[in-house]
């Protein structure tokens, strides 16, 4: 889903599909959500990180079978 090479800044609009701006900001003082790195004031995501964010709560559905 995202470039596992790149880094993203907190105002990448491919972040919004993640969660709204907002959102990180809460999650990362509740030091919850995707790992980030921290450069002075500025806040970047490394892709793998966010990627392994979601696989992580990939929910798999139950067969009905």
């Given at each position: 889903m995202f470039d596992p090479d790149k880094l993203y800044t907190t105002d990448d609009p491919a972040l919004r599909m993640l969660a709204p701006a907002s959102t990180l900001a809460q999650w990362?003082?509740?030091?919850?959500?995707?790992?980030?790195?921290?450069?002075?004031?500025?806040?970047?995501?490394?892709?793998?990180?966010?990627?392994?964010?979601?696989?992580?709560?990939?929910?798999?559905?139950?067969?009905?079978?």
């Open positions: 990362r003082y509740e030091k919850r959500g995707p790992a980030y790195m921290k450069y002075g004031k500025r806040i970047m995501y490394c892709g793998k990180d966010l990627n392994a964010f979601l696989a992580a709560h990939r929910v798999e559905p139950l067969n009905a079978a």
